[in-house]
């Protein structure tokens, strides 16, 4: 085994063992929580819409998002390790 594909499984694993990695697919409805940071306050936003791509893997999987706002379509892409999303 590659000593980069073993340094990532053992990441990955300290990761899932902390907080369980939801599973999801394209075409599911998300919500992610982003950090907004305005000035010297920081706040929570939730970016809800639905996953039209997933690509990579373990540590470095990431997943788009896109939502409809005001008749804007938006989208933004995330990665799947950390803290903040939830399906």
């Known amino acids: ?6 340094l990532d499984r053992e990441q ?6 902390k907080r369980e990695i939801p599973d999801f697919a394209p075409g599911d ?3 992610v929580n982003v ?5 010297e306050r920081v706040r929570v936003q939730a970016y809800e819409g639905v996953v039209i791509s997933k690509s990579g893997g373990g540590l470095n999987e990431t997943f788009t998002v896109r939502k409809i706002s005001y008749g804007e379509a938006w989208s933004a892409c995330f ?4 803290r903040s999303s939830t399906a």
């Open 1 to 6: 085994m590659n000593i980069i594909e073993q």
């Open 29 to 31: 409805t998300v919500t």
């Open 12 to 17: 990955m694993e300290a990761v899932t063992s």
């Open 35 to 39: 950090k907004v940071k305005e000035g």
């Open 79 to 82: 990665r799947s390790s950390r």
